[in-house]
């Protein structure tokens, strides 16, 4: 003869529904310090890619000083080099927009799946629900 015992434990749903707050909690305390280390890693880059060259801009200035070197350019290179600057920046302002507009639908897209899962476990639930009522009117 065996013994059976039965185990009482918590119900699965539970569990699950306990686990994945932990998780998204967790996940929502960390995401924005990911998002800041990104933002302190990009100043400390720029920073340091300001300071680089400028740091060669003043030891070639003091060179050309000491030997007596022309920097003088002539003025229709100086539209070029702003005209190509201002370019330069207008297409980074473009990226972004570019960049902002993607984030934009993709969020978008993520609301719009959670509204279809949300209908579709209405939906389900509806079956679920016509279908024990029907089975439970036949067992009546």
Same mark, same amino acid.
């Given at each position: 003869?065996?013994?059976?015992?039965?185990?009482?434990?918590?119900?699965?749903? !539970?569990?699950?529904?306990?686990?994945?707050? %932990?998780?998204? *909690? !967790?996940?929502?305390?960390?995401?924005?310090?990911?998002?800041?280390?990104?933002?302190?890693?990009?100043?400390?880059?720029?920073?340091?890619?300001?300071?680089?060259?400028?740091?060669?801009?003043?030891?070639?200035? %003091?060179? *050309?000083?000491?030997?007596?070197?022309?920097?003088?350019?002539?003025?229709?290179?100086?539209?070029?080099? +702003?005209?190509?600057?201002?370019?330069?920046?207008?297409?980074?302002?473009?990226?972004?927009?570019?960049?902002?507009?993607?984030? +934009?639908?993709?969020?978008?897209?993520?609301?719009?799946?959670? !509204? *279809?899962?949300?209908?579709?476990? +209405?939906?389900?639930?509806?079956?679920? !629900?016509?279908?024990?009522? *029907?089975?439970?009117?036949?067992?009546?």
């Amino acid at each position: 003869m065996s013994k059976q015992t039965t185990h009482q434990g918590r119900d699965a749903y !539970e569990v699950c529904q306990k686990n994945f707050g %932990k998780y998204f *909690s !967790e996940a929502e305390r960390t995401v924005p310090q990911y998002f800041q280390s990104v933002i302190n890693y990009q100043k400390t880059f720029l920073n340091t890619w300001r300071n680089t060259v400028e740091a060669v801009f003043d030891v070639q200035r %003091k060179y *050309s000083q000491k030997a007596q070197i022309n920097t003088q350019i002539p003025e229709a290179s100086t539209k070029t080099i +702003d005209k190509a600057t201002d370019r330069l920046i207008k297409v980074g302002q473009i990226q972004e927009q570019y960049v902002n507009a993607a984030l +934009d639908v993709t969020e978008d897209n993520v609301k719009s799946f959670y !509204e *279809s899962a949300e209908a579709f476990a +209405d939906f389900y639930n509806n079956i679920v !629900e016509s279908w024990f009522t *029907s089975f439970k009117n036949i067992r009546n």
